[in-house]
Structure formats: structure tokens, C-alpha cells
């Protein structure tokens, strides 16, 4: 059980990152170690399958720089491949006046981005491609689009199994021990020996961490987003996708109208602390990773900041009138009886010990050791970007 490269999680970016290593040098022997049965089992397959376009993230921040390089990739990979995907386009909306310096912010930044064709919209003007949308002035925003995120995984998948590499399903990561010429990971059924070691663990990235770096000083706090599906006979109000003006003070998009590229329309999600690392439903919970979470430094800091935010996005997780309320800023026709409750995600949030919610990726090498401790989205679109970039590292 030898190899050049091991590589933990089969999600998108570890997928992108063994399939991008094993293009350069199809000699290295590449092991993927994944705890399910099959890829793409978490954030990579419960996102909302959007192609972001780049637009809201800091210029020259990986976010930015990993989104833009890997739009183009996705795009490309998805034609070569016959993934399903539509640039269909979406507009952010300002419901009010005083959102309107944040809009332009907004746009300021895709433009530094380089986005081309960005166009800012009128009322009159935005109404004419969603009639039902409200709201005082928009940005249209022709790059962003919806794709099958597992699709694309599966075929990553496919492609590096075609050129040797190998997957171990099934495979829950216990420990790691670092030697001067070997790495050794064991798991809950075997030891593997490698030369390099790449954990791309999601949800559980601070626990693999901590495995080779005590001094580890972010942790995952998990952050449930919530779907409702708009009834088929209400499908007709959702052109394309509509978002609204984000929060700057909250680290998440806001309740959003998606289109679905295998049909119809998600409401959401809202965002609210999970008592359990892969928990999609609001009753799932785990004594330690719950207490993991509120016995964290930065997490009192958090509620401290975020406290007020947090509570409302509760109340619309417990509340289907309070999450419809949310929803009619947008779209003011959309009533409680049109949704139909939908799928859910959890996203992995760094946190740091002083309350820092980490907005960039963070990828952090340690000799042989490359941890990725934070790949918050738009990780999916960036994956193969990403990939890209660990390779070189390796």
C-alpha cells in the first residue's frame, strides 16, 4: 500500500487535485481515501449548483483568482465531457434605496475582476426579463449559470481511475503519522504509506488537521442551508436566477431564486448553525461535534457579533411564514402555499480563535503535507482551478 500522493476526500477539489496532479505525471501512483461509498457526497454534491461568475469576491484573493480560472475550466470540461450546465444568466436586485452603494460596490468589483458586459438595470428594464421581480435597480450578470456538480465529479472520477489512479471507498481516516521518509495513514480498515499527503477533507478539514498540526488554530463551524422548491405550476414567476443585495456584515448570499439544471426552481437557503457536521435535517444532532463548536473561543465571539442575524435565520429554519417573508423582497407574489420543502446542504466555515469566519481559501503546506483547510464557495466552480494549483504545490 505504497504511493507518491495521497489524497483525502473524493469531493471536487480533491477529485480536481488528483486529476490535475496525475495529467502532469502519469507515473505517480495516486490513492484517493474517501469515507463514503461513492464522490461528491456532501457540499460537492448538496450545493446549489451554480456557476458563479467571480463577481462578489475581494480582486486578487484566491477566491477571485481561483473563480475566474475556473470558470473558464469548468465550462470547457463540461462541453468536452457532455455535463449538462446553461449560462442562463442572473440579476442581483437592490429592494431599496440604501442598497443601492452596495450594489455598485458589487459591480465595481466584478468589473475589477474583469467581468465583461456587466449591466446595471432599471426596474422597468430588469421587469422585462423577470415581470415578477421587485426591486429598485439591478446588476445583470450574463457569466453565471447552473451546472450538475456531480456529474462532474463522477466524470473527474472516471477520467482519473482511466489513467491510474486509484479510489478507496469506505475508508474513515483515524490517524496520521508523519516520519522522516513515509507518511502513514491509517484508517478504520487498513494503513496506507505515501511520500506526499493532500487532505481536501471538507467538512472535517480541522480534524484531519489537527492530525499532523497541533498548533492547528481554525475550526469548521457547520453552517445548514435550507432549500424550498416553488410548486410546477408556480415555476413561471423564475426566469433565470435572482439574487438579492448580500449582507456585507453576514458571510452568506441571502435567500435566492435558483433554476435547477435538472428543472425547476429553489427558494434559499438561509443559514443556520448545524449541531452536527453533516446534518441536513434540523433535529440531527452529535454531542462532540456540538460541543466542538460552542466550546470554541472564536464562537462566543461569533454569537457576540452575529448573535441577532443568526436568531432570524433560526426562526425562518422553524418558520415557513417567516422564510416566505423573506422570499417576497424578491418576489412579491410568491405565497406560503407555492413552496414545497426542498433539499438541504451544510457548509464548512472556518473559524478562527478570535471570531475571524475565514472568507478566502486556505490551503496550508507543511513539508510533505498540504492541508485545505478552507475552500468555502465557490470551491465548486474554482475545483478544477484549485486542483490545478495544490498540483503545482505538490
Avoid at 9 to 16: C, D, N, R, S
Avoid at 62 to 80: P, T
Avoid at 140 to 163: C, E, M, R, S
Amino acid at each position: 500500500m505504497k504511493y507518491d500522493v495521497i489524497i483525502i476526500g473524493a469531493g471536487l477539489v480533491g477529485l480536481a487535485t488528483a486529476y490535475q496532479c496525475l495529467k502532469k505525471n502519469q507515473n505517480l501512483r495516486i490513492l484517493i481515501l474517501e469515507k463514503e461509498s461513492i464522490v461528491a457526497k456532501h457540499q460537492s454534491g448538496h450545493n446549489s449548483g451554480v456557476i458563479h461568475s467571480g463577481i462578489y469576491y475581494k480582486p486578487k484573493s484566491l477566491k477571485a483568482k481561483n473563480c475566474l480560472e475556473g470558470y473558464d475550466s469548468i465550462i470547457n470540461f463540461a462541453k468536452e465531457h457532455d455535463v449538462k450546465y446553461d449560462l442562463c444568466g442572473k440579476i442581483i436586485v437592490a429592494t431599496s434605496s440604501e442598497e443601492i452603494p452596495l450594489l455598485e460596490n458589487i459591480y465595481n468589483r466584478g468589473r475589477e475582476n474583469g467581468l465583461q458586459n456587466l449591466r446595471y438595470l432599471s426596474r422597468d428594464e430588469f421587469r422585462e426579463i423577470e415581470p415578477h421581480c421587485e426591486g429598485v435597480k439591478a446588476i445583470k450578470v450574463p457569466q453565471t449559470g447552473i451546472i450538475d456538480y456531480p456529474g462532474i465529479a463522477n466524470k473527474i472520477k472516471d477520467l482519473f481511475v482511466a489513467l491510474g489512479g486509484e479510489i478507496e471507498f469506505s475508508q474513515l481516516v483515524n490517524n496520521i503519522v508523519e516520519n522522516i521518509d513515509r507518511i502513514t495513514v491509517i484508517t478504520d480498515k487498513k494503513e496506507f504509506i505515501t511520500k506526499k499527503l493532500v487532505s481536501c477533507a471538507g467538512l472535517y478539514s480541522d480534524k484531519i488537521t489537527k492530525m499532523t498540526n497541533d498548533k492547528n488554530d481554525v475550526i469548521i463551524i457547520p453552517f445548514r442551508g435550507e432549500y424550498y422548491k416553488l410548486k410546477e405550476d408556480k415555476e413561471y414567476l423564475v426566469n433565470h436566477l435572482i439574487y438579492p443585495v448580500p449582507d456585507p456584515n453576514f458571510p452568506f448570499l441571502g435567500v435566492h431564486f435558483t433554476r435547477m439544471i435538472g428543472g425547476g426552481i429553489e427558494a434559499g437557503p438561509n443559514a443556520v448553525l448545524a449541531f452536527k457536521k453533516e446534518g441536513y435535517n434540523f433535529s440531527d444532532f452529535n454531542f462532540s461535534e456540538t460541543m466542538h463548536t460552542l466550546t470554541w473561543p472564536g464562537f462566543r465571539k461569533i454569537v457576540a457579533k452575529y448573535g441577532k442575524t443568526g436568531l432570524g435565520e433560526m426562526h425562518r429554519s422553524l418558520s415557513k411564514s417567516a422564510f416566505t417573508n423573506a422570499l417576497q423582497k424578491l418576489l412579491p407574489e410568491i405565497q406560503e402555499q407555492d413552496l414545497v420543502p426542498g433539499g438541504s446542504g451544510v457548509r464548512a466555515q472556518a473559524c478562527d480563535r478570535n471570531g475571524g469566519l475565514l472568507d478566502d481559501f486556505d490551503i496550508v503546506r507543511n513539508g510533505n503535507i498540504i492541508h485545505v483547510r478552507n475552500a468555502p464557495s465557490p470551491a465548486a466552480t474554482s475545483c478544477l482551478a484549485v486542483g490545478n494549483t495544490i498540483s503545482e504545490l505538490i
